[in-house]
């Protein structure tokens, strides 16, 4: 249950990080506002890792002798993407109006990741539709929470929550690899 936790913390980092770019840009902090992004940006977390678990069972015969080497790669990409998106620049400067054609297309952008991780959750020891429903609870709550710092001017953890994110992705990665191949 831990890893799940870490996963899913680490998943909503980058959905924190653009809550907070887009509370920023708001301006002032809007309940409504928060809540729908919150509500955007966790159901798509939740949704995008079915289509990933749904891949790797599909797939599973196929790679059953590797799937662990698969689940580090693909967990140490997505943490190194995240990782290297911390030091760029914020998509959100270049959004001139928030729309809710906007808003929609930032929460499958920012859930992309959470698909490739969904290809890992038949290697973790809990139900995958349980996993699915803890990291899209998760990202609404830090989603709606980033836009509350946002727009009170607190744009300080927006990268810093990538990189955070980006490292547990990693070392998750490593753990899933090391629990196959050193034990």
Not at 36 to 50: E, H, N, R, S, V
Not at 112 to 132: C, E, R, S, V, Y
Not at 167 to 177: D, E, N, T
Request: proline content about 1%; aromatic content about 14%.
């Amino acid at each position: 249950m831990f890893e799940v936790l870490l996963l899913a913390f680490a998943l909503s980092m980058d959905a924190f990080a653009v809550a907070v770019g887009l509370g920023v840009k708001s301006g002032e902090f809007n309940r409504n506002f928060a809540l729908k992004i919150g509500l955007l940006f966790g159901f798509f977390q939740a949704l995008m890792p079915l289509f990933g678990y749904l891949a790797s069972i599909g797939l599973g015969t196929f790679i059953e002798s590797v799937d662990h080497w698969v689940a580090f790669v693909l967990l140490a990409a997505i943490g190194a993407k995240m990782l290297y998106e911390s030091f760029g620049e914020d998509v959100e400067d270049e959004i001139a109006i928030i729309t809710n054609k906007v808003l929609l297309l930032l929460a499958i952008a920012t859930s992309i990741d959470a698909m490739a991780a969904g290809f890992t959750l038949n290697l973790l020891d809990i139900n995958p539709f349980t996993t699915m429903a803890i990291i899209g609870m998760i990202t609404f709550g830090f989603s709606y929470f980033g836009v509350y710092m946002g727009s009170k001017g607190d744009s300080y953890l927006e990268n810093k929550a990538e990189k955070i994110g980006g490292v547990i992705l990693i070392l998750i990665g490593i753990k899933i690899l090391a629990d196959h191949t050193l034990f």
